[in-house]
């Protein structure tokens, strides 16, 4: 044979060894992870949280001695015992030569420039029944143009075949509005998703006036089932701040509608927003009253609690908005009295997973669709602000787009801000939990992410797990 034409080392040799034994140290040195939270809750539980992995855990106080000793910032050396690997499977604690940050570059790649999925914010109507004080929308147009539900259609068509995931919002002004345009595309998306194996999910933000029983049932039929509603208090708060655009109340029909949704045996989830601020604060405990005797422990309802801001509204200089710090305590305090009352609120163990901090408007695969086919970024901004106009949909379904507005929404922010780089709640938010902030200040957008409230943010995931699994014993015993 030609030794040419083949490597010796293909043949077997009597000398040598068909396997090579890789020695592995027996001792190695071990560091708490940089992306590590910790907290205690009232009964001095330990709570721990790594958002790099997403774990979340709950160590009781006999436990601490044990804790301390693997997260000291000097490390430990040696083999694990079991509660060390129990930390080290969870992320709490990793090898001192690992690079997280190098790591989480990796993670970060995966997730962000991924070609696989596409969501869709559409604004099925620009116009709006209501007319709440703190809006920051102005209602220049009204439904979605015919030719926009076509290029729509022919956008999804034209990707359908490299998705692996789809993702339909339905926003506006008020979306039922336009509920012509909703009947044409709604059905469209759930059969495409349908008959591409995809994975699919829709949603609404909606003000609930509108969302009567029978456009209730034809929604959820094609899987859009998922609804924000907001209420901002009992009718006398709520019809001062969210008023019908003839001044009218609002709160009564919204309620009969949520009711309805209630006594119905559909499959949906429902936000009930509320929106507060110094004035309505204080009138927000008659509220979950209310929430509690109407709606109880329904799984199918949630609540969420959001301080008003001065968005760009006619209205801003009149409103009496609370701090970001001040807007933190309240929101503890009304979360507390949910979970005394058993409601249920979204807390962070539910979006604990890696990226789930990141605004929409940073992922290179959603775009904001308005009635007249500009494609959009970000939801405040809207056409208001050029820079959030990063281009055109055609008929055809191709987008005419600006790269250069584009690429400022989407870059990693982080890579070149040393902040966000040292931050130990980095994977949650990648530096992008709100774009529009980091243009306006030219600063890290912190106030957007749990950062300044962990400690509150991880006793109110503990309570709400307590609560849930009060929930699940008393109906096992039911």
């Not at 000398?15 to 009964?43: H, Q």
């Not at 604690?93 to 596409?118: N, P």
Request: hydrophobic residues 35%.
């Amino acid at each position: 044979m030609d030794l040419m034409q083949s490597s010796p080392f293909d043949s077997p040799s009597p000398c040598s060894s068909p396997l090579v034994k890789i020695e592995l140290p027996g001792t190695e040195s071990w560091a708490p992870s940089r992306f590590n939270s910790r907290t205690a809750d009232e009964s001095g539980n330990l709570i721990l949280w790594n958002s790099k992995t997403g774990a979340m855990s709950v160590f009781s106080p006999a436990q601490k001695d044990a804790l301390e000793r693997y997260l000291t910032q000097e490390g430990s050396t040696g083999k694990l015992d079991s509660f060390g690997n129990y930390l080290k499977e969870r992320g709490y604690i990793v090898s001192k030569t690992s690079d997280e940050l190098r790591q989480f570059r990796v993670m970060f790649g995966e997730q962000h420039f991924r070609s696989d999925a596409l969501e869709l914010i559409l604004l099925s109507s620009e116009d709006c029944n209501f007319r709440c004080r703190y809006c920051y929308e102005d209602f220049p147009r009204g439904m979605m143009e015919e030719r926009v539900r076509a290029g729509i259609k022919r956008l999804v068509e034209s990707r359908v075949t490299s998705l692996k995931r789809l993702n339909i919002s339905w926003f506006g002004g008020e979306p039922l509005y336009g509920l012509p345009a909703i009947d044409e595309l709604a059905p469209f998306f759930d059969e495409i998703a349908t008959r591409h194996n995809l994975q699919y999910s829709a949603s609404m933000t909606t003000n609930g006036y509108l969302l009567t029983p029978d456009v209730a049932d034809r929604l959820i039929s094609w899987r859009l089932r998922n609804f924000q509603i907001t209420v901002d208090g009992l009718a006398e708060q709520h019809n001062h701040n969210r008023p019908g655009r003839d001044g009218s109340g609002t709160f009564e029909t919204i309620f009969e509608n949520l009711k309805a949704l209630k006594a119905s045996s559909h499959k949906f989830f429902v936000r009930v927003r509320v929106n507060f601020d110094r004035d309505t604060a204080p009138h927000l405990e008659k509220l979950l009253c209310y929430l509690e005797q109407e709606i109880g422990p329904d799984p199918r309802f949630g609540i969420a609690f959001y301080g008003v801001g001065k968005w760009g509204g006619s209205n801003d200089a009149d409103l009496n908005v609370c701090g970001v710090f001040e807007a933190n305590d309240v929101r503890a305090e009304l979360q507390d009295s949910a979970y005394r009352k058993g409601l249920k609120f979204n807390t962070l163990a539910d979006r604990n997973l890696p990226g789930q901090g990141v605004c929409y408007a940073a992922r290179p695969f959603n775009f904001v669709i308005g009635a007249d086919g500009k494609v959009m970024k970000c939801t405040v901004a809207l056409d208001k602000d050029p820079s959030n106009i990063v281009g055109i949909l055609n008929e055809d379904g191709k987008i005419e787009m600006n790269e250069d507005k584009f690429s400022k929404w989407v870059e990693p922010a982080f890579e070149s801000d040393q902040n966000c780089q040292k931050c130990h709640i980095l994977p949650a938010c990648q530096g992008m939990s709100c774009p529009l902030l980091r243009f306006e200040y030219n600063a890290s957008p912190c106030a957007a992410t749990v950062k300044h409230s962990i400690h509150h943010e991880l006793v109110a995931a503990l309570h709400a797990r307590k609560a849930g699994a009060r929930q699940v014993a008393v109906g096992a015993a039911s």
